[in-house]
């Protein structure tokens, strides 16, 4: 896709103004939702770096081990690093203890996924939040990692941040797109209590509205399989985002059918679509159907407003959203804006 068809500034829209934009220090959000905030982060502060879902090699990560320590952290690389068991970094037991020991490290503030792919389901039952509980911090991470975000939302009331992780950070900064650095440095400002504030274009399938409301959401597909279980996302009064990759049409429509039957899509407050990267359909199996059609279909009783095409998922133009912060969605005839409150 053509950049310019993504985002412009959320506080000026010129084509020499940069995709994401800092805004002002974040009011305390303690007032602002029931769900805990966890400290944000100050030079000398510690980045934990562990690999709960798939495998992934020390000289992957050096990329973001140099840039996070350029922000002035410091950095522990947990022991799934480097580890392999198959497609997993490291067997289930391993990444569990790794994991274990970041959550309940003291000196450890903020613990950064350093991959998705497949595996956090594996463990997510036998990790013991007692100690994080008490002392919450910023876990950091997208895709597999929605099991986590989920988790916290449904069971602690814990915010989190939903982002690109250590497989996406440049390995030239000086050589990196414009897209790539802003992203990245959208990790460091929502790491660091600064409000954030998103756009996305004109899309003739929005739906107009503005609210504001908890965010919660992530890959559908995640989503989905979590329904029933101790991780189920609950969405009622929520703004939810949504995004995914690699699925056929059918399978998209199957996931969303889901979501409304299991009541996820009806007492929302607002809907985002993300990116979303679709297998073209078989020959002679076509699908017939949009992804805009899709998700209308589904929500086409509902009143509340929906923004297309925002820049989270599996995209080059993948921000840091906060989950289970309070912010405001406003979809207008210029487009569609969220910011953090």
Known sequence: MNRKYFLSSFLIATTATPVFKTLAKAVEPENLSSFKIPPYLKQGDTIGITSPAGY????QIQPSVLQMQNWGFNIKIGTTIGKRDFTYGGTDEERRVDFQQMLDDPNVNAIMCARGGYGFVRIIDKLDFSNFKRNPKWIIGFSDITVLHC???????????????CNSFPDDWAKAEPIQIETILSIKNALIGEQMGYSAPI????????????????????IETLAGSDSDLNTKNKILFIEDTGEYLYSIDRMLWNLKRSGKLKNLKGLIIGGFKVKPDDAGEEFGKTIYEIVLEKVAEYSYPIAFDF???HQRNNFAFKCGVNHVLEVS????????L
Do not use: C, F, Q, W
């Open 56 to 59: 992934i090699t020390l000289d």
């Open 333 to 340: 005839e210029n487009g569609s804006t969220l910011r953090s």
């Open 151 to 165: 988790h916290l939302a449904k069971n602690y009331n814990i915010a989190s941040i939903h982002s690109k992780m």
């Open 311 to 313: 820049p989270v998922g």
């Open 203 to 222: 899309n003739i399938n929005n739906r107009l509205g503005k609210v504001d409301g908890i965010l919660v959401g992530g890959n559908l597909s995640i």
